[in-house]
């Protein structure tokens, strides 16, 4: 089954301590790319990914990082997590070429306490 | 400043009739513009696409329609169902941009 996976599905952690939310696809992807979603602010773009070892900063990349070793795989850093990166993260993947219809994961649900 | 503007955060329609979701945009450089319908925890899926050279696409009981002038454009699902209810969300993009701009969103309630 196509699919684009996530986890953590929720995670509750505290100020200061490194945590990263996987994401791996199985669609041999090129693009992958993490978005936040948060109350009244729809879908922000943290980073995306072109492809093996490309990487580029998306509309609110401050306080992520991301790597892209393998294809399949796009790891979420959060270094030192805050208060404010509390939010419900997406990663999804799409071949390039083809704007739009992206293949999304189910979510993770962060809460920095 | 949001480039991609969906003013109503929930509309609520009775099952059978039109449910009409609209979307405002601002950057006349947009040329391609997606809706994703999004259920409780699930990632939002695709749902209709439509390029800015034509003013409908139309895909079963969903259709989006384009008005390049007023910078506006909305989604009709014909008849609405109980399984329509999700959040709607539109995105825009620029041709070949790789960055899509989503709206905040609409929750579509039907009601039996």
């Known amino acids: 089954e196509a699919q684009v996976t996530q986890n953590p599905r929720y995670l509750i952690t505290v100020t200061g301590k490194k945590l990263t939310v996987t994401c791996s696809q199985n669609m041999n992807h090129e693009y992958m790319s993490w978005y936040r979603q948060d109350p009244g602010l729809g879908l922000r773009q943290i980073y995306y990914?072109?492809?093996?070892?490309?990487?580029d900063k998306g509309d609110v990349p401050e306080g992520y990082k991301v790597s892209r070793k393998e294809k399949r795989n796009f790891p979420l850093i959060l270094e030192s997590p805050s208060p404010n990166q509390t939010s419900l993260y997406f990663c999804?993947?799409?071949?390039?070429?083809?704007?739009?219809?992206?293949?999304f994961g189910e979510g993770s649900r962060l809460t920095v306490l | 400043d949001q480039q991609v503007k969906q003013n109503s955060p929930s509309l609520s329609v009775q099952e059978g009739r039109i449910s009409i979701l609209n979307c405002d945009y601002t950057?006349?450089?947009?040329?391609?513009f997606l809706w994703y319908k999004k259920y409780p925890a699930e990632g939002p899926t695709f749902l209709i696409s439509?390029?800015?050279i034509k003013d409908k696409n139309e895909d079963g009981r969903f259709t989006v329609f384009l008005n390049k002038s007023a910078k506006h454009l909305s989604l009709h699902i014909v008849p609405s169902q109980p399984g329509d209810s999700a959040v709607y969300f539109c995105?825009?993009?620029?041709?070949?941009?790789?960055?899509?701009?989503w709206g905040a969103g609409t929750k579509l309630i039907i009601k039996p």
């Open positions: 999804a993947s799409r071949l390039t070429g083809e704007v739009g219809e992206l293949f």
């Open positions: 950057n006349s450089m947009f040329d391609y």
């Open positions: 439509i390029s800015s």
């Open positions: 995105a825009a993009s620029v041709g070949g941009d790789y960055q899509l701009i």
């Open positions: 990914s072109m492809n093996v070892e490309v990487t």
